[in-house]
């Protein structure tokens, strides 16, 4: 799992804090990522609420930054008899726009999109040689 379930609880602590500072463009950042590392550990729920929340925020303030949200929103919401494979590709390209967004890896994607094509949690992430940004 390497350091995701940290991650998350950083990412976790960091939502709550942008939010009692009114810190909109970093709270929806920060639930943007929280809805990797969820996805990474196989909480679909908490993965799908988090991108939806980041996107509905990232929408109200007309910021280009909602295309990756609302795609990942998309592909966690997408039913299991749907073609989803492209949809969690289409959300980390529109990460690359923003460094602040997590950004996976080649290995690290196809890891992802097989686990949420399957819904299973993901034990071993990588295949390749990538360096992940979780360690």
Do not use: C, K
């Not at 998350?8 to 990522?33: K, M, P, Y």
């Not at 949200?69 to 039913?79: F, G, H, I, N, P």
């Amino acid at each position: 799992m390497g350091r995701v379930a940290e991650a998350l609880a950083d990412f976790s602590a960091a939502v709550a804090t942008a939010a009692a500072l009114g810190q909109d463009r970093l709270e929806r950042i920060v639930r943007t990522n929280l809805a990797w590392a969820s996805l990474h550990l196989g909480d679909w729920d908490a993965a799908a609420a988090a991108a939806r929340q980041a996107a509905n925020r990232l929408t109200s303030s007309s910021t280009a930054d909602a295309a990756a949200s609302l795609a990942l929103t998309e592909a966690l919401e997408a039913s299991a008899d749907q073609d989803i494979g492209e949809l969690p590709r289409r959300a980390a390209e529109r990460t690359h726009a923003n460094p602040d967004f997590h950004r996976p890896a080649p290995g690290e994607m196809t890891a992802l999109v097989f686990a949420l094509t399957r819904r299973e949690v993901i034990t071993d992430v990588y295949h390749g040689d990538e360096e992940s940004a979780w360690t």
